[in-house]
Structure formats: structure tokens, C-alpha cells
Nanobody, 126 residues
Framework: QVQLVESGGGLVQAGGSLRLSCAAS????????MGWFRQAPGKEREFVAV????????YYADSIKGRFTISRDNAKQMSYLQMDRLEPEDTAVYYC???????????????????WGQGTQVTVSS
């Protein structure tokens, strides 16, 4: 099974940028669809972005479309979330997750992901 560790979170002013990284180990990284989710205080965990195994398909939540970019480097066993034009509403703990499924109707649902990182805090000040 795969282990995931996120990094790159922090405090940033509105309009700024952050790049989150997710390092995978212990499994065949290129076998997994990688997703990014976030959870704000008092709210449910929500889908942010997903990238399929070969990187050829990506999908984004409407709330971040055009501002965030998901990518992966299978050789380095890394997934990334580039976040630009950050807004205070983006404040949350961000999680990367891995799933073996590539079914499009499933890969936006956190219930489809068996493996999760510990999360990294992103705080956007106004």
C-alpha cells in the first residue's frame, strides 16, 4: 500500500500563491489516481482536483477552476497542487489521496480513496 506525505502549506496573503507537494512511498505510484481534497473548520471534506494515472486527465472543482493546477511526476512519485490567486475562502487543511479506480464518476468522491496523507494547513489572509 502507498503512504502519502503532504508539504508546502503555510500562511499567504490573498492573491498569493502556494505549491503543495505530495510524496508517495511504499507502492506503485503510477498505479494510482491522485486526488486533492480540503476541509475547512466546521465543514465536510470537499473535492479540489484529481489527476489520473498517466496524467492525461485532470478535473477541478468549480470553486478553484482556473486558479489551481494539479500535476504529477510518476518518476519521482510526486503529486503537486499549484495554487494561484488564493482567496480567504481557500483556507483549509489540504489532503492528497490515492485510489486505484479511474472511474470518472467515482474519483471526485472522498469515499473512493483508500489512502490519505496527514494534511497540510493553508491559511489565506485578507
Amino acid at each position: 500500500q502507498v503512504q502519502l506525505v503532504e508539504s508546502g502549506g503555510g500562511l499567504v496573503q490573498a492573491g498569493g500563491s502556494l505549491r503543495l507537494s505530495c510524496a508517495a512511498s511504499g507502492g506503485s505510484f503510477r498505479s494510482y489516481t491522485m486526488g486533492w481534497f480540503r476541509q475547512a473548520p466546521g465543514k465536510e471534506r470537499e473535492f479540489v482536483a484529481v489527476i489520473r494515472r498517466n496524467g492525461g486527465y485532470t478535473y477541478y472543482a468549480d470553486s478553484i477552476k482556473g486558479r489551481f493546477t494539479i500535476s504529477r511526476d510518476n518518476a519521482k512519485q510526486m503529486s503537486y497542487l499549484q495554487m494561484d490567486r488564493l482567496e480567504p475562502e481557500d483556507t483549509a487543511v489540504y489532503y492528497c489521496a490515492a485510489t486505484r479506480t479511474e472511474i470518472l464518476s467515482s474519483i471526485r468522491s472522498p469515499e473512493s480513496y483508500a489512502y490519505w496523507g496527514q494534511g497540510t494547513q493553508v491559511t489565506v489572509s485578507s
